[in-house]
């Protein structure tokens, strides 16, 4: 190993899996599981801490990253007495694990990454993750990014200029990110996304994506956009199509790629039934975090969130068997925005004009249910800029002009997939049904959804296809399921409302046509 930053402890460099293993339950870190997957416990975070995530500000992000809302700023004279500390901290352990990767599968692209990191598993969560270098890249690897991980380290919020204990701290200029306090490992696999949505938008004139990736038989690749809950992994898991990849893609003038080396799964409720490529791709290898065991056993129960929600998985995308190898394809044909909208307003599938893409695009939405945060007692509305907000460093127009010149340039096709309600609201219309909505991203693809026409969709003024075949016509058009159409009324001008209010902290940095596709209540 090139350039180590520390000479006290003993480094175990590019450890094995299996001797990643020995060394996480030898040291009581974690336990084997009974299909082979390692189990650990995140402690007291099992979650991203989006408030106490920073970027330096200095020379080269000052004038370019968006700042406000996800994006805090931290005075670029923390970073260097927070680094020592940190690299002093490290010294004083006995061993650390250090773990070699890139990101990015396009080579033109592929940016090289070194952690160091105290735990053994954090070193797994990095070899799964991350794309494995030869043992030829290997021999002359340099890294051009580095993380820092200690998650038993402890800012001081009153010298360390941070907001809390746990942070999580990116500096373009050192090329260095520092993640302290907390051992969920979302922090790292972010911290990178986040790195990725700087560098290749500002400085590539690449667009950087918060999405899953697939591609047909023909070579025709699609794009599924969503935030957690509306689909996204299960709508891309497709057995007449490859994944190229499932949560963060690049998108050049002509390609589209993973940057990735594997897949970072929610396993809250998982089952063979239902997601049995996740299912089947938790064995040796895999590293499950925050699961509860069935009393007495070693088999996590699934369905059991008394730790957390947000139960994960993370395993290489080797484990999935049909994919693309490598992680790389030609320019999307289909862009699919999914979006579950529990205010049952808007149709199961529109077709979006190039001016209304950038315009969904930036505004990212679904609606939470009842349940799924506390304090939600009926739907709420939930808008992410880009289908990422808390990974998006740049102004949202940016990604979208990027998107648009991408969409005009491939002719790309782009759909707005409603996976929520449909006959009135949550708590009174029904969920849509999954085998309903796969046979419409089928008819896209495989060119029959045009065949009947479209007709208007009033107020957002989409596209809504008049048939698709084995799909029941009434359901495409949303007030015919709704018995009260004066409700269902009321009901789309309150959502495209919402839509316009939260646009208006867009509109300064937004194009007048993007503007202009936006709803009219």
Not at 163 to 171: G, H, R, V, Y
Not at 258 to 287: H, M, R, V, W
Not at 340 to 351: E, F, T
Not at 474 to 495: C, F, G
Request: hydrophobic share 40%; with cysteine; charged share 20%.
């Amino acid at each position: 190993m090139k350039e180590n930053l520390l000479t006290t402890p003993s480094i175990h460099y590019q450890t094995t899996v299996d001797a990643l293993y020995e060394q996480t339950t030898s040291r009581g870190l974690g336990k084997i599981v009974d299909n082979g997957a390692l189990w650990v416990s995140t402690g007291k975070f099992t979650g991203r801490s989006p408030e106490n995530k920073f970027i330096v500000k200095d020379a080269i992000t000052e004038n370019v990253v968006d700042w406000g809302g996800f994006n805090h700023a931290i005075e670029s004279k923390y970073f260097e007495p927070l680094y020592k500390k940190m690299i002093a901290y490290l010294e004083t352990q006995k061993e650390v694990w250090v773990k070699d990767a890139f990101a990015c599968a396009e080579s033109n692209y592929q940016l090289p990454l070194r952690l160091y990191t105290e735990l053994p598993w954090g070193a797994l969560f990095a070899h799964n993750m991350f794309i494995r270098p030869s043992a030829d890249q290997l021999a002359d690897f340099t890294p051009a990014w580095q993380i820092i991980h200690a998650p038993n380290f402890k800012a001081d919020p009153a010298v360390d200029g941070t907001l809390s204990e746990n942070f999580s701290i990116i500096s373009f200029t050192e090329k260095t990110i520092l993640i302290g306090g907390s051992a969920y490992t979302g922090e790292i696999k972010k911290g990178i996304f986040t790195v990725l949505n700087f560098i290749l938008p500002h400085f590539n004139n690449v667009l950087s994506m918060h999405c899953s990736a697939n591609v047909g038989m023909a070579g025709d690749v699609a794009l599924f956009f969503g935030l957690s809950g509306t689909g996204k992994t299960t709508l891309s898991a497709d057995p007449n199509r490859k994944l190229i990849g499932d949560d963060e893609h690049g998108w050049t003038n002509d390609s589209v790629f993973n940057f990735e080396g594997g897949c970072y799964a929610k396993t809250i409720n998982l089952s063979q039934i239902n997601e049995p490529d996740i299912f089947n791709a938790i064995k040796f290898g895999a590293l499950l975090e925050n699961l509860v065991f069935f009393e007495g056993t070693n088999k996590v129960d699934y369905d059991n969130a008394s730790i957390t929600e947000n139960t994960r998985v993370s395993y290489p995308i080797e484990h999935i068997h049909n994919i693309v190898t490598p992680s790389v394809a030609t320019a999307p044909k289909n862009i699919f925005f999914l979006t579950c909208d529990a205010y049952g307003v808007l149709p199961p599938i529109s077709k979006l004009n190039a001016a209304q893409a950038m315009y969904q695009f930036m505004s990212g939405y679904t609606a939470k249910i009842a349940g799924t945060e506390e304090g939600i007692k009926s739907p709420k509305a939930t808008f992410s800029c880009c289908f990422g907000a808390p990974f998006m460093p740049l102004h949202p127009g940016v990604y979208a002009k990027l998107l648009g010149e991408k969409i005009e340039l491939n002719h790309c096709q782009v759909w707005l997939i409603n996976t929520g309600w449909s006959g009135g609201a949550y708590g009174v219309g029904d969920r849509m049904s999954l085998p309903n909505t796969r046979k419409m991203i089928k008819a896209v693809l495989d060119n029959t959804i045009d065949q009947a026409g479209y007709e208007d969709f009033p107020v957002f003024n989409f596209k809504v296809p008049k048939q698709i075949p084995g799909v029941d016509a009434t359901i495409l058009q949303p007030e015919n399921t709704w018995t009260d159409k004066s409700a269902y009324e009321a009901a789309r001008i309150s959502l495209a409302n919402l839509f316009q209010n939260n646009f208006k902290k867009f509109e300064s940095g937004a194009a007048d046509a993007i503007i202009d596709a936006g709803p009219k209540s």
